[in-house]
């Protein structure tokens, strides 16, 4: 089978963990740190907070933006839940924006509307999480102006687009948002077996963050209530998680990064590829919009099912028997059993649920071979001239 996504390790990558497991530090040594820096100085940003996941960076960035019980967290239909489910952590109610048919990403005339909805109602979301599908960013500019003007803040999930850029900035910048998150689990761009960074340019978010993590607990003086009561002494002052990453993980990171630039060039190449392969049959390649460079996680066709004799299942399950790892990103969050308990239904986000109904996601990683992308090529084609 060849999968959707793959990480690539290199001998440079086991060394670099193996030095760890040799060091006198498994943990809360000098690597995680020097990880934080490469992802800050990557995005030029001035914190970095690193994490054992990013679904744990995107709960501790919700909280460190004071989300809380009576507040509303709004994000795209169209993603990974853990997006939204970071609101439900900190006892927020969660609603969604419908995506853009061209981007697939949060509409931002569909965020105007509602937001206008929501001041007339008295339920302003505190925060949006913004997620950059697929690692093309969102309308960031568009986002932020909203947010200026309705008073909340702005999460971006990053967890495709490391690597990506905006307005010719890298995603990451932090100059149309409070808090960016990313995530290095084995399939996203970079790894570090799981994984998650937060970054921001404000001093007192990367605080609290980094006291969140680790049980909010601190060591530094100034930080505590009193003088310490001798050397041992140490606070808990808030509460926290035990959401610390590894040294071993941000070794890993660290020799990772350091091929980055060349990983996301290589899936603009491997995409451009099924670009043109594709040009004559009936499916929407992804559209990129021009002010971004997308870190390109997936590659998502969409079957133009009304020139395809067979269902959207059908080419899946075709696909999948040709021995190519096909995926789907994502089931709209909304339909999930949890959230139609909430009260979400069917139809509630019409242009998410077409997306749903049409979409698949091809091979894309770094490694894919010419002959395996000819062979993915070759299996589609066929799957949808049938
Ligand atoms: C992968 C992913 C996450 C969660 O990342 P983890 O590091 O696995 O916790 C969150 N949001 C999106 C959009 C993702 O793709």
Redesign the pocket.
Known sequence: MIPYGRQEITQADVDAVVDVLRSNFLTQGPVVPAFEQAIAHYCGANHAVAVN??????HIACLALGLGSGDWLWTTPV??V??ANCGLYCGAQVDFIDIDPRTYNLSVPRLAEKLSLAEQQGKLPKVVVA?H?CGQPCDMVGIHDLSQRYGFKVIE?A??AIGGRYRNEPIGCGRYSDIT?F???P??IVTTA???VAVTNDAKLAHKMDLLRSHGITRAPEHMTHEPDGPWYYQQIDLGFNYRMTELQAALGVSQMTRLDAYVAKRHQIANRYDQAFEALPLTRPWQHPDGYSGL?LYVIRLQLDQIKASHRAVFEQLRSDGIGVNL?YIPVHRHPYYEQLGFKAGDFPEAERYYAEAISLPLYPKLSEADQDRVIQAVAAAVLA
């Open positions: 996941s990013a679904t744990s960076a995107l993603t990974f853990a997006s997620v599908l999930d967890s495709h998150i995530s290095f689990h399939v996203k799981e994984g998650g996680h990103h």
